[in-house]
């Protein structure tokens, strides 16, 4: 069980003892990835606000179940996949809009405000080059770097195979590193240069 797993497992535990922090806290962790998730598939933010919203809602309704869940992250994904799915087929017309915002919760390198603005500007970078992902490509990178999902999990909840999750996810590593390096090159500041192999290992 990786860290992420087990922080949620230990949350979902707290949850079905009715600790109302814990939910606080799997909201405040949770629910913009899970958005954003039910946004790759539904194209229309309001849609996938209220989708998300119903999960946490379920989830606080059916708390005393949460400790019989053996994978936390795939049940929270395919439990939003499922609702996405049932929203596709009603064929709902919400107005469309993007979802904009994106957590940053990766650490910074560095303490001093000169370099943290440089990391900063280069995550926004880094969310940009990522957002022109094909869109697959781009939902995979996230599922396993952001969210740390192994393979045969990501390619379970896509439904599709282990070799396609890893060709997708080597390819926008790829992409990713070059467009990284491009940045180094044209970059003002000589920090992140000499943080290059830092930096790329963001991807890796």
Partial sequence: MNDQSH?????LHAIADEDKDAFNR????YFIRLRRFAYSFLKQEELAEEITADLFIHIWLKKET????????????TAIKNQCLNALKK?????????????H???TMSDTPIQQLENKELMLYLDAIISTLPEQRRLIFRLVKDEGMKHK???SLL????????NQLYKAIKYLAEKVEMYLQKSPYPELKNNRQQLLSLLF
């Fill in 7 to 11: 922080v949620l497992t230990q949350l």
């Fill in 159 to 166: 439904d599709i195979s282990v070799r396609t999750v890893e």
């Fill in 153 to 155: 999990d990501v390619a």
């Fill in 91 to 103: 064929n709902s017309n919400r107005k469309n809009e993007p979802i904009t915002e994106r957590d």
């Fill in 66 to 77: 949460l400790t019989r869940i053996e994978h936390p992250q795939i049940y929270l994904y």
């Fill in 26 to 29: 799997l909201h405040q962790l």
């Fill in 105 to 107: 919760d990766r650490a």
